[in-house]
């Protein structure tokens, strides 16, 4: 037997489910009945434009008002109104979207961007809060009467006449006992606050207009001037130090995008300030959540986008991937490489001046996304120990002559830390030889990323190893003490210091250069650095423990005194003088160790 027929939704089923479960957060309904009336002003204001109502508009607004003892809450609009059957046909039927409707009525009569509404949902958000709900409503046509529909949450309402002098709508909230909590002024002012601060029409409550209809991202970045764009910032992060510069967000193929974006003050305070974007739809607040939208490299951005075209789930309340996400993300990291660029090059000084606090963004974003690097690498600057700035092209060029290993690989001598690494520092200095400042937290993954995109260039902390071995020249200095002088040097520093994790080797250095020094594996320290700042699978170098190599200076005044000192005692007691100044200088002397170095070396050890 065939048989074909309908599926059959009751809508006593689905109403339990809209009620409870379509919105997260309660709140939300007052966001929901605010957008309605901000649409019925609009849809109202768009009909008068286009010779379809020729009345008086009059001042469009919102109010929302709330009575405490009666447990009402109330948002009035005075914009396009509803006759019985209107109510009929978008209130009783579930999903069905007015706004939708009558932004295809009327689509080839001019812009509808303000219309807000989508899904046909929004209304029964109502019924989260309120035991019953009342609309009273007069629409704009000419001889209409008023209407009143009244339900208590179930699947029965009634429709009566009603008396109402002006054409709009009033919606009536019966707050129930478990939501009374939107009874108080603070609560409800908040919300409006939150979700309707930049709403397109005035939004009056407690008899003040509490939002910015017009907020600077709706207007044309011509006739805006930099005081503008500082107040707006005010406006949205009282109390904050004033950005570097913004980037002004306008496009409209293909797809819809407003917005500006702001440069914070940020040094190494990586995870500071994230969620400080904020995500609207037709300048309805919808989330601080926008991961998906803007490069992650970027989060530390403040701001406000705003695209009718970010795709929602049925609630307006997240995010939902789609194509048009992926090219709003790109976009949005094409324009800040393009407005980098450009800074760059009209006013390199300003640039370099801004770089202590842009530079964290630029190499995230150099290791993140392969098309803001190709852009970076050209305005990406690195700092000497001298505080002079260089682009990536322009270093390479400056240490080509001295800075060339035997090999024909460029060294990068840098530092993490310029008081710490010091004497290494001036040991390359001597060398003629310069050295970076990478001490942000990121740095240690930009190294690497550098070295693997830039040919033939290595790059070394300056207390790797001695300055000889970090720029292997070919030139060998050749050692004062024999083969089986330095083996037996060798020898005593290992007694002495009696640690399998500080591995001892005598090697012929400058007499110039210190009689002892510590250094650690590059691979291994920057593997452990990353790991801290989550390198991904690299945790387990962060738990190893350091190895640290200790080179005795073979040519060093002091290790030959070493050698000539009559008895083993003596010879122990210089060593581990020599040794522990050593650790001293990398802060790795202490405890103990450190009270016997100080006393030893008051008495004159």
Known sequence: MKESGNISIHTENIFPIIKKFLYSDHEIFLRELVSNAVDASQKIKRL????????????????????????????????????????????????????????????????????????????????????EVEIISKSFQEGSE???????????????SAEKAERGTDIILHIAEDSEEFLEEF??????????????????????????????????????????????????????????????????????LTGILYFPKVKNEFQLQREKIQLYSRQVFITDEVKDIVPEFLML??????????????????????????????????????KLQELFKSDRPGFEEKFANIGLFIKYGMISDEKFFEKAKDFCLVETTANKLFTLDEYAEEVQALQTDKDGQKVYLYT????????????????????????????????????SKIEKTQWKRVDADSIDKLIDTGIQLEAILTDDQKNAVKSIFEETLNDKQKQVSVEAMSPDEL???????????????????????????GNMPMTYQITINANHPLINKLIDLPSEEEKKNLAKQIADLALLSQNLLTGADLTAFIKRTVSGF
Request: with cysteine; hydrophobic share 35%.
């Open 48 to 131: 008068s434009s286009i010779g379809e109502f020729n009345g008086e508009l009059g001042e469009l607004k919102v109010k929302v008002s709330f009575d405490k003892e009666a447990k009402t809450i109330t948002i009035s609009d005075n914009g396009i109104g509803m006759t019985a059957e209107e109510i009929k046909k978008y209130i009783n039927q579930i999903a069905f979207s007015g706004a939708t409707e009558f932004v295809e009525k009327y689509k080839d009569k001019g812009d509808d961007k303000g219309i807000i509404g989508h899904f046909g949902l929004g209304f029964y958000s109502a019924f989260m809060v309120a035991s």
């Open 146 to 160: 008023a209407a009143q529909w009244i339900c208590d949450g179930s699947t029965e309402y009634t429709i009566n």
């Open 187 to 256: 609560r409800l002012k908040s919300i409006l606050e939150k979700y309707g601060k930049f709403l397109p029409i005035p939004i009056e409550f407690q008899e003040k207009i509490i939002n910015n209809p017009s907020p600077l991202w709706t207007k044309s970045p011509s006739e805006l001037t930099d005081e503008d764009y500082l107040k707006f910032y005010e406006e949205l992060y009282p109390f904050q130090e004033k950005p570097l510069f913004w980037i002004h967000l306008n496009v409209d193929y293909p797809f819809n």
């Open 301 to 338: 951005l403040h701001g406000v986008i705003d695209s009718p075209d970010i795709p929602l789930n049925v609630s307006r309340s997240f995010l939902q991937a789609d194509s048009n996400v992926k090219k709003i993300n790109s976009y949005i990291t094409k324009k800040v490489a393009d």
């Open 416 to 451: 993490t830390d310029v008081q710490q690494q010091d004497a290494f520092i001036q040991s390359a200095i001597q060398k003629g030889y310069s050295v970076l400042k990478m001490d942000s937290m990121i740095d240690a993954h930009f190294i690497n990323q550098m070295e």
């Open 515 to 541: 009689p002892a020094i510590v250094t650690q594996n590059e691979f291994m320290r920057r593997m452990s650095d990353m790991s801290k700042t989550g390198g991904g699978g690299m945790g387990m170098f």
